[in-house]
């Protein structure tokens, strides 16, 4: 009797503990991601090779179970962040990962721009229409548009940019309908959407959605990334130092292992990300030698609305002196920053 009563009472446990795994709480949980060698990410055409590594760093971003929320209460960087504070308002789990991949898709674009520039290699873009990115509700669009919907025409008329979209839209008044051209799983549909005005902004009028531009940049020679899953714009410098490195017989890695992270604009600044302390932890366990961390400026406007904001050296150097790493933490504000970093270390 106390054998069956011992199985029946691990029976009921597991199965609270297997649907309880399934009950998600409002928090996301981070924690130290991976580092992912660029050779085999990024491919430039008949591109340079050489020795070293360069590495891009991720975070490990997930909606929190009670016990992933538990374990990140006591783990040291385990970060547990409200709901709110990940996704826009309004904004779907879906709609999150679209607008992650097409933060992505975006930074590897301005990646490649910098590089092929900076390498004075021949580019070019072209416009394929507009990004749906997000709907919101009790707006027109819901009825008829979904996340990831690409529009390439409105009344009949194309756009070189979102903006002249929005310009155009803008020119309407309440109730009147446009006919928007989209494609949607390769398929091209044609519908009518009456404009109506924001629920929040009354003096706003608009299909209710968030879009961005969707362009291709075509280059000579072609580069492909095979990025897969790996969401959002943080490892745009690391894309375009791999890029301009298969560009140019200059040998940037010179036998090291580098990893590092951070936003990359059009003209090259490297711009702030999230999860530093755990980027470097994921650097340290991929063994790199040095990590190039965005330096950006802290204003003193910005000091005064969030007292304890630090730049992400600032912090990713803390971190390595807490972690007891070797690994060398090197602040950079531009691509040329880092460009010229790695042209000073030795081989």
């Known amino acids: 009797m106390k054998t069956k009563t011992l199985i029946k009472t691990l029976l009921i446990m597991t199965i609270i503990m297997v649907a309880t795994s399934f009950y998600y ?45 538990l374990m990140a209460s006591i783990r040291k960087y385990e970060y547990i962040f409200p709901v709110e504070e990940i996704r826009s308002p309004h904004e779907s789990d879906e709609e999150y990962n679209l607008r992650q991949l097409q933060l992505m898709n975006n930074s590897q674009t301005h990646a490649i721009e910098v590089a092929y520039k900076k390498a004075g290699k021949p580019y070019e873009y072209k416009y394929k229409g507009i990004y749906v990115l997000n709907i919101y509700p009790d707006m ?17 008329q194309t756009f070189q940019s979102s903006q002249e979209f929005i310009d155009y839209v803008s020119g309407k008044t309440k109730g009147d309908k446009v006919d928007i051209t989209f494609v949607r799983d390769k398929e091209e549909k044609v519908e009518t959407i009456p ?74 600044v490297v711009g702030r990300i999230g999860g530093i302390e755990q980027k470097i932890i994921a650097a340290d366990k991929a063994d790199a030698e040095y990590f190039l961390a965005p330096d950006e400026t802290i204003t003193k406007e910005m000091k005064k609305k969030y007292p304890d904001l630090e730049s992400n050296y600032t912090a990713a150097k803390r971190t390595a002196e807490d972690i007891g790493t070797d690994m060398k933490v090197i602040p950079v504000k531009t691509f040329d920053e880092a460009l010229s970093f790695l042209k000073s270390i030795e081989n």
Do not use: C, W
């Open 195 to 268: 404009l109506e005005a924001f629920p929040d902004v009354p003096d706003k009028i608009g299909l209710g959605i968030t879009l961005s531009d969707d362009k291709e940049i075509i280059t000579d020679p072609p580069v492909k990334l095979q990025t897969e899953e790996i969401g959002g714009p943080s490892a745009g410098l690391m894309f375009s130092l791999e890029i301009y490195d298969q560009l140019t017989k200059e040998d940037l890695a010179k036998g090291h292992r580098i990893a590092g992270t951070g936003t990359i604009s059009e003209d090259g």
């Open 140 to 156: 027109p669009a819901e009825k008829v548009l979904k996340p990831g919907d690409r529009i390439t025409a409105i009344d009949g």
């Open 25 to 69: 709480l409002p928090f996301y949980v981070t924690k130290p991601g991976n580092a992912h060698e660029l050779d085999p990410i990024v491919h430039v055409e008949n591109g340079y090779e050489d020795d070293g590594e360069l590495m891009l760093t991720t975070v490990r971003m997930g909606r929190a179970n009670i016990y992933a929320y």
